[in-house]
Every structure is written in C-alpha cells, then in structure tokens.
C-alpha cells in the first residue's frame, strides 16, 4: 500500500491566516492526489482532485499543488467555516489511501 | 441531484451478522463505483474497497479484505456493505461514496452519504 503522511496533525489558526498543509505519499503518486474537508457529523467534502483541479463549488481560497510524492494544500484567507479536518488522498493504486488527517483548531 | 442515502444506526453484539445499505439517485448507478470508507471513534479515514455495479466488480483493501463483503443491486441501485461475524473492533461510522474519475487526473469521492453509526458491543 502507498502510504500517505500529512504534516501537521494539528494546526492552531485564525480567522483571515494562510493556512498551508503538507502530505508526502511513500512513492510516486503524479497528481493523482485529492483533498478532502470533513467536519464531525458531516460527510467528507471533495475540494481538490488531481492534485490541483478544484471542485465545483469550492471556494477559491482552497488551492492544492504539488506532483511526484510532495503535495501541498493552501487555504488563502481562513473563513470561520473552515474549522476542520482535512485528509490527502492518493488514487494511483488500490488501495486509495487517506492521510492520517490534519485539524485545523481555533487559535 | 445526486444523493447517497445510507441506513440507520445499527447496534448489534459480537459475532451478530449486519449488512447496511447506501441508495443512490441522482445519476445512472451502474457507471460509476462506489467505495465505502470507515471513520473509527476518533480516527481517520481508511478506505475499504469499491464496486462497480455495472458489473459487480470489486476491489478490497488488504486491510479488509475477508473481512466484509461489498456488493450492489442494480435494479434498486443500492450497495451494500456485510459482515458476518462482527467484532467490538468493528464499531465505526461507515460513510459510502460515489467514486468519480477525470482523465490524467485520477479518481475521487465526489459525492458521500452521511454515514451508518455501527456499535458493536456485548
């Protein structure tokens, strides 16, 4: 299994900060990496798929980059809204893997 | 619009059988897999496994394979996922999945249920 690893596991932030995380896949992954919001007692949220393509309707501050095995999420501007966890997650080879999640906390 | 509609929590005791469902609509079932992930108290993510209900197709974790059983009903575009024997380790919010792909890009979840609560506990 590819592993991914997310940096860090925690993050204290506030409102209106530049929010950066990082996840490293175990090998070579392309840009076949997702990003994904998820608050408790919600489903997960896609924000980001092949490594920097948006999904409809997420906000713009969200920007994924990277390719190979080093990946970065990048919230430009924090909105109160976006107080959660996020997971990396690779699609080169079965099984897709999820990082080990990032949770951004209230400063 | 596409929904996920997934079933009620579950209590159930060790070694008790279970199979939970997740109905889609919204979209033609049988073009796009579906994954089902597991959540564990205060954990993160882990991806179990995928089925194509076109043609039942299905992929396992390492993780889990063996130990459930994903499979679909296409005439009711429903998947489902089962054990057989369950354990306390079992216990988890099951979130299905709609599994959707962009050439060059990969695949991703673009649509989820809101997950099934199972405790399992004696």
């Known amino acids: 299994d590819i592993q991914m690893t997310q940096s860090p596991s925690s993050l204290s932030v506030s409102v209106g900060d530049r929010v950066t995380i990082t996840c490293r896949a175990s090998q070579g992954i392309s840009t076949y990496l997702n990003w994904y919001q998820h608050k408790p007692g919600k489903a997960p949220n896609l924000l980001i798929y092949?490594?920097?393509s948006l999904q409809s309707g997420v906000p713009a501050r969200f920007r994924g980059s990277g390719s190979g095995t080093d990946f970065t999420l990048t919230i430009s501007s924090l909105q109160p809204e976006d107080f959660a966890t996020y997971y990396c997650q690779q699609s080169y080879s079965i099984p897709h893997t999820f990082g080990q999640g990032t949770k951004l906390e209230m400063k | 619009e596409v929904q996920l509609v997934q079933s009620g929590a579950e209590v159930k005791k060790p070694g008790e059988s279970l199979k939970i469902s997740c109905k889609a609509s919204?979209?033609?079932?049988?073009?796009?897999?579906i994954g089902w992930v597991r959540q564990m108290p205060g954990k993160g993510l882990e991806w179990m496994g995928i089925i194509f209900p076109g043609d039942s197709d299905t992929r396992y974790s390492p993780s889990f394979q063996g130990q459930v059983t994903i499979s679909a009903d296409k005439s009711i575009s429903t998947a489902y996922l089962q054990w057989s024997s369950l354990k306390a380790s079992d216990t988890a919010l099951y979130y299905c999945?709609?599994?959707?792909?962009?050439?060059?890009?990969?695949?991703?979840?673009?649509?989820w249920g809101r997950g099934t609560l199972v405790t399992v506990s004696s």
């Open positions: 919204g979209y033609t079932f049988t073009r796009n897999w």
């Open positions: 999945a709609r599994l959707s792909s962009s050439s060059g890009q990969g695949d991703y979840f673009d649509y």
């Open positions: 092949g490594g920097s």
